[in-house]
């Protein structure tokens, strides 16, 4: 975006703003979509596991030892789960904010808001939500290989341990 407030250019960057913004919100509805989907498919585990512990012999170990391990399961997900929704919380107050300052430049500008500058063209728009992806997934590997080399570190650290052991006896 221009520095400058009385750049001519500026109805249309903040159309082009107004556009990524959208794309941000619908990216955003979808993985809420998602995460609902996700959520339907927890509480459904979860009733089938409640309802699997009413109808089994309490007094079978390892029926209560598999009923145990996949309620850690359900949990672990349910964790991951609120984990993402907040993540998705804080996404959609950024996005939130970020259309609030749009339309308080609009308003500084006095451009009603049924006004709608040039609107990008499909191909500008393609490549840079695919630059935008580009980085994205460079970024997610990234993120790959230092969980990788945090995990080959901790394997590494366990495997010290376990030959220091005989030896702190």
Do not use: C, W, Y
Not at 45 to 68: H, K, Y
């Amino acid at each position: 975006m221009s520095t400058h407030p009385t750049d001519t250019n500026r109805p249309n960057e903040l159309a082009r703003e107004q556009s990524l913004s959208d794309l941000e919100q619908a990216v955003g509805d979808r993985e809420q979509l998602l995460g609902d989907r996700d959520q339907s498919r927890i509480d459904q585990e979860q009733l089938g596991n409640d309802r699997q512990r009413d109808s089994t012999d309490p007094g079978d170990p390892r029926d209560e030892r598999n009923l145990n391990d996949r309620q850690a399961r359900i949990d672990r997900e349910q964790l991951t789960r609120d984990i993402g929704q907040e993540a998705l919380d804080h996404s959609q107050e950024g996005r939130d904010n970020q259309q609030q300052a749009l339309d308080e430049t609009r308003a500084m500008f006095k451009l009603p808001a049924s006004q709608q500058p040039d609107i990008p063209d499909t191909n500008t728009i393609r490549r840079e939500a695919t630059d935008r992806a580009r980085a994205a997934a460079e970024r997610a590997q990234a993120a790959l290989t230092r969980a990788l080399a945090a995990v080959a570190r901790a394997e590494a650290n366990d495997i010290r341990a376990r030959e220091d052991e005989p030896f702190r006896r």
